[in-house]
């Protein structure tokens, strides 16, 4: 079993930026891909970024692409995004999710694990 926790959500202007984290327990997750979805008031929850287990392949969609940069640090089992510029319509609910399997596939089909969500809001 794998848990996982966000951590640096919060309420920021436009143009600013923050810094998310996940951090994992439990079972290992360094052969696995990580990503971030989000889900805003009302929408589907959409996929966001992901990264692959060694950091070497990652995928934006492309409203955040420029913007927002996904990492990972498999020695403290921890996935990050940090996101620059952000607009109002960042705001939702980020979730970190982790997949046993490789690639960075944008279905949340696709994560076998989830984390309870950290919010952002971005203030105009």
């Known amino acids: 079993q794998v848990h996982l926790v966000e951590s640096g959500g919060g309420l920021v202007q436009a143009g600013g930026s923050l810094r998310l984290s996940c951090a994992a327990s439990g079972r290992t997750l360094s052969n696995g891909a990580m990503g971030w979805f989000r889900q805003a008031p009302g929408k589907e929850r959409e996929f966001v970024a992901g990264i692959s287990w060694n950091g070497g392949a990652t995928r934006y969609v492309d409203s955040v692409e420029v913007r927002f940069t996904i990492s990972r640090d498999n020695a403290k089992n921890t996935v990050y995004l940090q996101m620059n510029t952000l607009s109002p319509e960042d705001t939702a609910v980020y979730y970190c999710?982790?997949?046993?399997?490789?690639?960075?596939?944008?279905?949340?089909?696709?994560?076998?694990?989830w984390g309870q969500g950290t919010q952002v809001t971005v203030s105009s």
């Open positions: 999710a982790a997949r046993l399997g490789g690639g960075t596939p944008p279905s949340s089909r696709n994560y076998d694990y």
